[in-house]
């Protein structure tokens, strides 16, 4: 019987390889803010290059409310640009 991968072993598998990250969640009307948004993406910084990171929402927006879509996607880039600067200061 094969022996389960751990999670440390599997999450090194993306090291070097584009990744979108999922930090909005369409399956929910509220709408995150910057600082939700940024503190999923440190998160993943954990695992991913930073330059190799893509902020995503975590699946279509097509059955929430425009201005839902619209505030959710206003968050998901205030978010990244908190990361960018913070990154930049570095």
């Not at 094969?2 to 990744?19: S, T």
């Not at 995150?32 to 990171?53: C, Q």
């Given at each position: 019987?094969?022996?389960?991968?751990?999670?440390?072993?599997?999450?090194?598998?993306?090291?070097?390889k584009k990744v979108m990250?999922?930090?909005?969640?369409?399956?929910?009307?509220?709408?995150?803010?910057?600082?939700?948004?940024?503190?999923?993406?440190?998160?993943?910084?954990?695992?991913?290059?930073?330059?190799?990171?893509?902020?995503?929402?975590?699946?279509?927006?097509?059955?929430?409310?425009?201005?839902?879509?619209?505030?959710?996607?206003?968050?998901?880039?205030?978010?990244?640009?908190?990361?960018?600067r913070e990154l930049a200061?570095k």
């Amino acid at each position: 019987m094969p022996q389960l991968a751990r999670a440390e072993d599997l999450l090194e598998l993306i090291r070097g390889k584009k990744v979108m990250v999922g930090a909005i969640d369409v399956a929910s009307h509220a709408i995150e803010t910057p600082e939700e948004v940024a503190g999923t993406l440190r998160k993943a910084l954990a695992f991913v290059d930073a330059e190799k990171l893509y902020p995503s929402t975590n699946c279509g927006m097509a059955p929430l409310p425009r201005h839902v879509a619209t505030g959710k996607l206003h968050a998901l880039s205030a978010g990244a640009e908190i990361i960018r600067r913070e990154l930049a200061a570095k």
